[in-house]
């Protein structure tokens, strides 16, 4: 009943369901959100470009992908926290400023500092700016049949970031320059500012509300050493201490925050919001569909460029049939919100990813894009649009105050499994390639991970139960 109260306390902060500005305030947030989507993968194209122009060394490489995904899966959590202190009106223009600041300081770049500290202040906003943008959603549409459609638009803005990232950087960078893959930013950013500006009412601030500082740095350090344990794994390997040093504290770390989150008065994290089972399925589907998905993109665009020769431009456009996946996933689900259980929803959701990577599993390297690469891309698709959009509507859902830290455990899980799925499986088709080749060590990793779906999808069946 509490929980209902505050939800629907909050919803003044925004338009009334009666009122058609918040159409507007779903305009704006799920452009703010498919802005940052598209920078976790739009430098990827680029990198060759950016090496040569600003002579990175090879180690120094990989840091320009590293430090967004440590700033933004590190801080995401606190960035849920501050975005209710703040109120998230003023948490989403605060974000898109320094986001749009971040991206300019990156594009100017004269040499590899420049750049590198814009990428990691890039995350750092867009860890502030997804919870405002998911708590935005949920208070705005609390009706089940438009709360279904608009996280059906979130979810396909979310969910087609990667592919249309890979398609944007690859035309900016052949055609133009790569700093503008940064400099893009700019007006997307002024355009989602002057739609939150226009239609998200100022909101009040909780009174007392304050920071759990012991939870900000326990889960900010641990999450950041966690994602840095991973990455680290691809170049140098699970065995090397720059590897396991950093996970091992990160666990550490992260045991540290959740025995804190049970003692203190006004936790980071309120335990009972992953302890709901239905969330808890949540989740931990959004984990294991990112360990499938972000490895099989990874993979994928490897194939494409360096198997099959195409150029980035082609590459980038051979990516689309995923986005036409997901947007037939989004457009499945999303009525089925209000009818159907959490698990009913995720589950097939989670298949479908499944058989996509089960079929990547068989690709060979004279294999014909239309007719095998393409059903990946759309399976891969559609399972995606199917799992997001349900993860996070049920996430959000009667959550009150807990709202936007519920949403920021959403995008926490994802960052973490695509950290972990493209470092684990990158490692299982390295070894396999050493002992054949590049085509048959991607085989055997996305048959794995296809075999890691499917005891996912049983894990959030059995979870995510109604009592």
């Not at 009106?89 to 990156?106: D, K, N, P």
Request: proline share 5%; glycine share 12%.
């Amino acid at each position: 009943m509490s929980q209902d109260k505050s939800a629907s306390g909050s919803l003044p902060t925004l338009a009334a369901p009666g009122n058609s500005r918040r159409w507007w305030a779903l305009g704006a947030v799920a452009t703010a959100q498919l802005m940052v989507g598209i920078d976790l993968t739009i430098v990827n194209i680029a990198l060759p470009s950016v090496q040569r122009d600003l002579e990175l060394a090879d180690p120094t490489r990989q840091w320009v992908i590293t430090l967004f995904a440590l700033g933004y899966g590190g801080f995401l959590l606190l960035g849920g926290r501050l975005g209710d202190l703040l109120g998230r009106r003023r948490a989403l223009l605060i974000a898109l400023t320094g986001f749009a600041a971040a991206s300019a300081l990156g594009g100017a770049a004269t040499g590899p500092a420049m750049l590198l500290s814009g990428r990691a202040l890039q995350g750092v906003f867009a860890a502030l700016l997804t919870p405002a943008v998911l708590g935005t959603l949920a208070t705005s549409f609390p009706l089940p049949a438009e709360r279904g459609k608009a996280f059906g638009i979130y979810g396909t803005a979310m969910g087609s970031s990667s592919g249309l990232g890979v398609l944007i950087g690859g035309v900016l960078t052949d055609y133009l320059d790569w700093r503008w893959c940064m400099f893009v930013n700019l007006p997307v950013a002024a355009l989602a500012a002057a739609g939150v500006l226009y239609a998200v009412r100022p909101a009040p601030r909780p009174d007392g509300g304050r920071v759990d500082v012991g939870g900000a740095v326990l889960a900010t350090a641990g999450l950041m050493a966690v994602t840095l344990g991973f990455a680290q794994a691809q170049p140098h390997g699970w065995d090397a201490p720059a590897t396991f040093l950093p996970l091992a504290g990160g666990v550490l770390l992260l045991v540290a925050f959740i025995a804190v989150q049970s003692r203190v008065k006004s936790p980071l994290l309120p335990l009972r919001v992953v302890l709901d089972r239905r969330r808890g399925g949540s989740y931990l589907a959004v984990f294991s569909l990112a360990i499938g998905m972000f490895a099989a993109l990874f993979f994928l665009t490897f194939y494409l460029q360096n198997i099959q020769h195409f150029t980035p431009v082609r590459a980038g456009l051979a990516f689309l049939p995923l986005t036409v996946g997901l947007m037939l996933g989004v457009r499945a689900v999303s009525p089925l919100l209000a009818k159907a259980s959490v698990r009913a929803l995720i589950c097939p959701g989670l298949l479908t990813i499944a058989a996509g990577l089960g079929l990547l599993g068989f690709l060979n390297a004279d294999s014909s894009y239309w007719l095998h690469v393409l059903p990946v891309f759309l399976l891969i698709g559609l399972g995606t649009g199917w799992v997001l959009v349900t993860a996070n509507s049920t996430a959000t859902l009667g959550a009150g105050p807990d709202t936007a830290v519920a949403g920021a455990m959403v995008m926490t899980s994802q960052q973490v499994g695509a950290s972990l799925g493209t470092a684990l499986l990158s490692t299982v088709a390295g070894t396999v390639a050493a002992r054949s080749d590049a085509v048959h060590g991607l085989n055997v990793a996305s048959l794995g991970a296809a075999g890691f779906l499917c005891v996912a999808a049983l894990a959030v069946y059995r979870i995510a139960r109604c009592r």
